[in-house]
């Protein structure tokens, strides 16, 4: 059997039924909670106005700051100032002392966050990006270890333990009682949530067919990440205190234990590992639940599957340096990694940022949520028209121009500059989709775990300091904009050399990667020459 017939072979399951229905379903189900973990943050840690408690200084009070004491406002003790209880002040020299009692906190819109809770403000107010960043670099850790975990232990597996992990620690994360403590617990739900996400992303791509594969992708667990995301604003808006709303967004997590009996392993992943049996009950269970009859024998041997007939050995083992010991399984590594890197960092610095845009911070949320499911749904609707790599440099173009624009918007027209920033947003993030699904797509099966968490690594490398670029706006509003406009152009120059997927079948071995797009299309037969020369120089040994 040829490599590249798996999809030949389990064809005559049909495209769409009942199995693939309720595969479709339940796996983009979820990644729900993904869309609202790490992005409740908005809420949880928003900086309502402040001033310091009733000043020990002649009982005097002190000023209210509506700015979050960038400048020194409301974190220094001030004199009454014309006989008024209360004042303002632009600097710490009019200020008697440091706010030694304390702050009081606006109640107008929260009942707490943890910046009330444990006092994140003047001083303290760097912990307050850097709690997303330690949740970030938790997604980060799981990135690194989830990929080989899901291509050693199976798809399976991993998503369920990884969502457990999520829920269990979200959980727990309630009951802090320290900011410290929520850090250490927020950084072991962000290795939860990323393996999840992932482990369900390629699990689906792998059950599904290859014209499925798109749909799922798109309108599947983006569309329904989106959802979850804004379902955030709605919960916010109804509950006002910290410690509830992280409990009412943590309980969802339970809900899905009962998948485990509904949700398959790969079958590709089990062809792979030699499970053949295993692999061909699944199948069969598919046909039967689609009403087809499937053929006497579906799969002969996985080494038929695999390799073109030439058998690998059950004990060889793929590892992460497989994902850089050829030249174009190197190229398509290191080019992934960069532009996820990038990528990543205008998406969650532009949704971290809407709580600083003009306008009530839960209608921005609401809208940078609804702005993501117009960009996946036009990205599903291009995506049937379009090459995959078109849609993603363009859209990446065109938004790193835009946020550039921003800076010539004059203040007065502030709502321009929150359109276009929502602009951006939308090919930011219709680009990231087509990206899931190209990344798949170039990764070939024995090493597509551990492929898609290197790049998730590298994008949650970019989301660790996404928080601090809405926190520059404190000192230059437009500054954010600037850097993020001019990284999201490069990383759509960078994506024209990504090889082109779309009708392609999956690769499953390291000889079947695609090259890069270095040539022009009059020099391309030369570079196809070079390339299979190469290759034939770092033919891979029978065992890694």
């Known amino acids: 059997m040829s490599p590249l017939d798996y999809d030949e072979v389990t064809s005559f399951l049909g495209e769409w039924g009942p199995f693939q229905l309720s595969i479709f ?141 999520q829920t269990l620690s979200s959980l727990i994360q309630v009951t802090s009682v320290s900011w410290e403590m929520f850090c250490v617990f927020f950084f072991i739900t962000g290795i939860g949530q990323i393996s999840n996400y992932m482990a369900a992303f390629v699990l689906g791509c792998e059950l599904l067919g290859k014209n499925l594969r798109v749909v799922y992708s798109v309108l599947g667990t983006c569309v329904f990440y989106a959802l ?143 702005m993501e499911i117009a960009a996946y749904v036009l990205a599903w609707l291009l995506l049937k028209l379009l090459p995959r790599r078109a849609l993603i440099t363009c859209p990446l173009l065109t938004a790193g121009l835009v946020l550039l624009l921003i800076h010539v918007v004059p203040p007065e027209y502030s709502g321009v500059s929150v359109a276009l920033a929502m602009g951006a947003k939308l090919g930011v993030t219709a680009a990231f989709s087509v990206l899931y699904i190209s990344a798949v797509e170039q990764f070939p099966t024995v090493v597509r775990g551990m492929g898609m968490g290197v790049c998730s690594m590298c994008s949650k490398t970019g989301s660790t300091l996404a928080p601090f670029f809405p926190y520059f706006g404190h000192y230059d509003q437009i500054l954010p904009y600037l850097l993020m406009g001019a990284l999201t152009v490069l990383a759509g120059l960078l994506s024209i050399l990504m090889p082109e997927t779309r009708g392609a079948p999956l690769p499953e071995d390291l000889s079947q990667v695609q090259t890069l797009n270095w040539c022009c299309d009059c020099c391309r037969p030369a570079c196809s020459r070079k390339s299979r020369e190469t290759e034939k120089t770092h033919k891979l040994p029978p065992s890694v």
Not at 337 to 350: A, D, K, Q, R
Request: contains cysteine.
């Open 228 to 370: 979850g995301y804004a379902l955030l604003p709605l919960c916010a808006y109804l509950v006002r205190s910290w410690r509830l709303l992280l409990t009412i967004l943590s309980l969802p997590g339970l809900l899905y234990i009962p998948l485990w009996w509904f949700i398959p392993e790969s079958p590709r992943w089990l062809l792979a590992k030699g499970r053949v049996q295993e692999a061909e009950d699944i199948i069969r269970a598919a046909a039967k639940k689609n009403g087809i009859t499937p053929p006497e024998v579906i799969f002969k041997t996985s080494s038929d599957f695999l390799i073109s007939g030439k058998s690998e050995p059950k004990s060889s083992k793929y590892t992460y340096m497989d994902l850089i010991r050829t030249p174009k399984m190197r190229h398509i590594t290191l080019l992934n990694g960069i532009v996820w890197f990038i990528i990543t960092i205008t998406y969650f610095g532009l949704s971290l940022s809407t709580p600083n845009m003009n306008g009530d911070p839960y209608l921005n949320c609401l809208l940078s949520a609804l």
């Open 25 to 165: 379903i339940l796996l983009s189900l979820s990644t729900v909670p993904n869309g609202y973990s790490g992005m409740a943050m908005v809420f949880l840690a928003d900086t309502p106005s402040y001033r310091c408690r009733t000043s020990r200084l002649n009982g005097s009070s002190a000023s209210l700051d509506q700015t979050g004491g960038e400048s020194g406002r409301g974190c220094y003790q001030l004199p009454p100032l014309n006989g008024s209880s209360t004042g303002s002040s632009t600097g710490s020299s009019n200020g008697t002392g440091l706010c030694v009692d304390g702050w009081e906190y606006s109640s107008e819109r929260y009942e707490s966050t943890i910046v009330t809770e444990w006092d994140l403000v003047c001083g303290n107010a760097w912990k307050v990006p850097f709690s997303l960043s330690i949740f970030f670099l938790g997604v980060l850790s799981g990135s690194f270890v989830s990929g080989e975990l899901s291509d050693r232990f199976g798809r399976k597996v991993v998503l369920f333990a990884t969502m457990a992990i």
